[in-house]
């Protein structure tokens, strides 16, 4: 894809995706036990980052970090916290590299984030692999993948009626993805092993029309 292309799709990703990618994002800072990060050297990989939602939206943020929908925070930030952490976003870097062939030293990372990138990886088996690869020995991956998306059944149904002799819309999605135990599977396979932890949400898609 070139960069033309590509900011024109991005200038409408957040309308066209609902929103919910940015509310995994969100999701994801929850997970992340970013108090204990800011006491130490770290150095966090947001791994397929599209327009780059995961790292923009703790610039947003100011305290107490929100919750997501019903679900109170498992810590809150400090205002002195939040605001280092806003001036250790300053200092990213960004680079161009496969997701499948990642161009970082064995052992760099104490964090990787994956958000729903890991089912358009041309290879998501030796994704995850490179994904164990690259974090220390006690580093953390966040994955984040679909196992059911709501609206691809009444876009397929809506593209028959509009193109009775064409084919229905399918997402550019190998199905297996959607098969929780297959996203637990490969990350199992890639080294992981029993320290893959599963966990299911369901998040909400808010079109404006």
Not at 13 to 25: C, H, N
Not at 38 to 44: A, C, N, Q, S, V
Not at 85 to 97: C, K, N, P, Y
């Amino acid at each position: 894809m070139d960069i033309d292309t590509f900011n024109a799709w991005a200038a409408t990703y957040e309308q066209s995706t609902g929103g919910v990618t940015r509310q995994v994002a969100t999701h994801i800072l929850i997970l992340l036990p970013l108090p204990s990060l800011l006491t130490r050297t770290f150095t966090i990989l947001c791994n397929a980052p599209g327009t780059g939602t995961v790292t923009s939206e703790p610039l947003k943020l100011s305290p107490p970090f929100p919750p997501h929908r019903q679900n109170p925070p498992r810590r809150r930030l400090p205002p002195h916290d939040n605001h280092r952490l806003h001036r250790l976003l300053l200092s990213l870097s960004t680079a161009v590299m496969p997701a499948e062939s990642l161009t970082f030293p064995s052992n760099t990372l104490t964090h990787s984030i994956t958000n729903i990138g890991i089912l358009v990886f041309s290879d998501g088996a030796k994704g995850a692999r490179e994904i164990y690869r690259t974090l220390k020995p006690d580093g953390v991956a966040i994955v984040a993948s679909w196992s059911f998306i709501g609206f691809a059944k009444p876009l397929a149904e809506a593209s028959l009626i509009i193109t009775p002799e064409g084919k229905a819309f399918s997402l550019p999605i190998d199905t297996v993805w959607f098969d929780t135990g297959y996203l637990e599977k490969i990350m199992c396979e890639a080294g992981f092993g029993e320290g893959v932890e599963m966990q299911e949400e369901e998040f909400l898609l808010g079109w404006r029309v």
